[in-house]
């Protein structure tokens, strides 16, 4: 499944992530490092089980929970009708 930026999503990357803007309704989301690599990840045609891999790499002691965090991430970015597929 490939996955793209909503056409109303406006994405600015920052120090410290990423800024996404909905200009629906002008919601925010303020993304971390590790949410904006899987994101990125998600946007250059990559999987789920590709940004687990690449954060598995960069936190070995977190891999345990990376799977789900990145599938809770995922499910509320196409929630939030910020990614379609």
Known sequence: MTFSLAPHMTMTE?????????????????????????LRCLLDGGTAESAVSSL??????????????VEKLVTALRTAEVVIS
């Open 56 to 69: 598995r790499a960069r936190f070995p002691a977190a891999a345990q929970d990376l799977s789900t965090d």
């Open 14 to 38: 920052t120090d410290t992530g990423m800024v996404l803007l909905d200009e629906r309704n002008g919601r925010y989301w303020q993304m971390n490092d590790t949410g904006a690599l899987v």
